[in-house]
């Protein structure tokens, strides 16, 4: 099943602490964004890569997808002030694919085998995202005291890409910028307006790099897969 993708690609990274847009930051001989981008030039389903950036940005954008000889780009809307006004950015400007998939460029290590999941399903049902199981105990917490043990069974840590029939997205893009509403994925989108979501199940090296901390894991995760090969 053929399909497009969003790249978010217009943070500031301040977790990083980096002191420039994370994306840019080598993970061992790459840059971030160049090893997500990487995946979707080589998975011969992917018919379009979109990604949204800063205005001042874009010129280096460009000089990284030149160097890398990435051509799957189809265009470099402006980004917003949030993720969900830069996805939307590109779904404007986007003609209607089956599948369209978001995921967040500094997520480099999804596989090619979960991404055709995703894929599959979103095209079957209309929606579906990954997501690993919770490994860790987890407790509601309010003014630094315990109120209730969770059962851990039935949680999952969402990651993505999360993968839409497209009319059904640009819907709940459209929805929410209407009456003014932010959700923290666009799964959320998609929840409000009453559609269901299915789970397709990732793996925990699908992180993503967000601190400092996340660069030792991610070196590691490259390092072994080198190994591997």
């Known amino acids: 099943m ?11 990274g301040k977790r990083m602490g980096a002191g420039q847009n994370k994306l ?8 971030i964004l160049v090893h997500t981008l990487l995946v979707f030039e080589s998975d011969e389903n992917c018919s379009g ?6 205005d001042e940005e874009r010129a280096f954008v460009q000089s990284l ?15 917003g002030a949030e993720r969900q006004h830069s ?7 986007m003609q209607a694919v089956e599948v369209v998939l978001v995921h967040d460029a500094a997520r480099p290590f999804i596989t090619l085998p979960t991404i055709t999941e995703l894929t599959n ?15 860790d105990t987890m407790k509601v917490v309010e003014h630094g005291l315990i109120k209730e043990t969770v059962d851990r069974e039935s949680l999952w840590m ?14 709940a893009e459209d929805v929410a910028e209407k009456v003014g509403f932010l959700g923290t994925d666009e799964a959320m989108l998609v ?20 601190t400092q901390e996340d660069l030792i894991f991610g070196e590691a995760i490259l390092n072994r897969r080198k190994q591997i090969i």
């Open 2 to 12: 053929r399909y497009e993708v969003v790249l978010p690609a217009a943070g500031s």
């Open 24 to 31: 840019f930051l080598t993970l061992v001989d790459k840059p």
């Open 49 to 54: 890569i979109w990604l949204a950036v800063k």
């Open 65 to 79: 997808l030149a160097n890398y000889n990435i051509t799957k780009v189809k265009g470099l809307p402006t980004g």
């Open 87 to 93: 996805v939307h950015s590109c779904i404007k400007e």
């Open 121 to 135: 399903v979103a095209y079957r049902k209309g929606a579906a995202i990954a997501g690993v199981h919770a490994k």
């Open 158 to 171: 969402i990651q993505t890409p999360q993968a839409f029939r497209f009319d059904l997205l640009a819907q």
């Open 191 to 210: 929840e409000r307006l009453g559609h269901d979501i299915h789970i397709v199940e990732s793996s925990y090296e699908n992180v993503k790099m967000t």
